[in-house]
């Protein structure tokens, strides 16, 4: 589990969704800091006039962080902060507190909501300095509790520390883990030549399920389309996807196409994604972690 968790809050009811998922992969000692961004584009605008909201917002941001704080009945940090952007305040404080987990709501009609899928702050959260996980909306009313983690596994680097990091926290919290790889062959592959049958696709299929099962201690699934849609059908039975990005920073492949992009607006349940260099993993759970593999 994770011992330091940054949470975004803001004015949108993703933040209680945020906070319900913070509480749910908390380490029993594990820190919470919920954080509200006050984006200082007033100042820019109007000039030095824009100083003058400040304490207004500063009481504000402040106001709405003891709500979400006492809503969540949860003792946690709170921070205030200026920023030219939402996501490049998140980053930067993520890195000042040496965070292993920063916390994200969304909203009914997006993942994160405009203001945390704008341009800067894609920039700004490329680089993350931790894993990055997102609640779905509503995830309020699901009260956090862990009984499958999956994990999206093709055998690449990032899909190997996600599994990691999936063993760990299926080990802490009692889970079933299991794991799904999608099996998806380029058209390209058949042009002047026979398509795939029916029957071929099965083996492939089974293949990918056997490569699956030898990994031990999980339950392997495999299907056979478009990887976003057929890790969307598998999270619809999890309560957490963990998965791995190629990108610089956690978000850095989630928001610019690919896979990552698909799952990140079609996942039925919390996302949880580990970038490529963040392995921030409590050495107590990664040895309970090896010890299930080998059984």
Known sequence: MFKRIIVGVDEHEGGGDAIALAKALRADDGEVILVHVNVASDSR???????????????????????ARQDAGLDADRRYLRSTSVG???????????????VLGSRRRGLLGRILVGDETRAALNGAPCAVAVAPAGYTS??????????????????????????????????KLSAFRAISLPTYLFTGGPTPT???????VDEARKLLAELGGLEPHAAYGNAAEELAVYSASLDLLVAGSRGYGPLGRLFHGGTSGQLARVARCPLLVLARGVRKIPPVALADAEMAGRR
């Open 142 to 175: 699901e009260q956090g509790t862990m009984r499958e983690i999956g994990v999206g596994y093709d055998g690449s680097p990032e899909s190997k520390a996600a599994l990691e990091l999936a063993r760990s926290l299926a080990a802490e919290t009692g889970a």
């Open 198 to 204: 029916e029957e071929s696709i099965d083996e492939f």
């Open 45 to 67: 605008i109007f000039g030095t006039a824009g100083t003058v909201y400040e304490p207004v917002e500063r009481r504000r941001g402040n106001e709405l962080l003891d709500k």
């Open 88 to 102: 490049r305040g998140l980053h930067e404080l993520a890195e000042a507190e040496g965070a292993d987990l920063l």
